[in-house]
């Protein structure tokens, strides 16, 4: 059986539609059950801050916790050794709402003056990456095989049946990150009091390829 091997490429522009915020709770305790405690403290204080800007506590997502150990090197007698300092814990979550600058800048605010002192990165998303996931994919096949018909009529061959389509979705990225890890300083912040932010984030460049397998057809 022969048959014909093309690559094909899908690209569109997205607009983003929801904005997310990653927040970052980080602090080292003596005791590993002292550590558990403030970790569960801080993030109810978070969930509770949260609560004023009409999010549910469910809405507050965990992406990653985990615990470690921490240790500090120091000298004595002239000879280097680590010493236990405590337990690490860090934890991060993450909660996503429809774009609204008025209401994340009331959110940053509200974070930037808040005791939990957590550290916060914005970027923007879609909130249905499914639809966009599938425009791309359609595009991609239409153009295999557009360059799949132009190689066999220059071939002189006709297409068969597909054999195969091979693609994959870990190369899809559907996030942009216009602003950088920020850090709430306390109730002495500077942060500009104004709720108003005027972000407008870019469009997301979404691209994947497809590679299709074409039989082609054999003379009688």
């Not at 550590?35 to 993030?43: A, D, K, M, N």
């Not at 966009?132 to 096949?141: F, G, M, R, S, Y």
């Not at 190689?151 to 049946?161: I, K, M, N, S």
Request: charged fraction near 30%.
């Amino acid at each position: 059986m022969k048959t014909i091997r093309v690559t094909g490429r899908g690209q569109i522009k997205v607009k983003p539609d929801l904005t997310r915020i990653r927040i970052t709770l980080e602090d080292t305790h003596a005791s590993y059950e002292e550590t558990l405690c403030r970790s569960s403290e801080r993030s109810q204080a978070l969930r509770t801050l949260l609560q004023f800007f009409d999010f549910a506590p469910s809405d507050l997502k965990t992406l990653n916790f985990q615990v470690n150990t921490e240790y500090e090197s120091y000298q004595e007698d002239g000879v280097y050794k680590q010493r236990f300092r405590g337990y690490t814990y860090m934890h991060e979550m993450k909660i996503e709402f429809p774009i609204d600058n008025e209401r994340l800048g009331r959110i940053l605010f509200a974070l930037s003056e808040s005791e939990i002192k957590p550290v916060f990165q914005i970027s923007y998303t879609v909130s249905n990456p499914e639809d966009a996931k599938n425009t791309v994919l359609a595009q991609a096949v239409s153009d295999a095989a557009k360059k799949a018909r132009v190689l066999a009529d220059a071939a002189g061959v006709p297409l068969d049946t597909i054999q195969s389509i091979d693609y994959s979705w870990d190369q899809v990225n559907l996030e942009v990150r216009p602003m950088m890890k920020m850090m709430a300083v306390g109730e002495n912040s500077t942060v500009d009091r104004a709720f108003a932010l005027d972000i407008e984030p870019e469009d997301i460049n979404l691209t994947d390829v497809v590679t299709v397998v074409w039989e082609i057809a054999q003379d009688d």
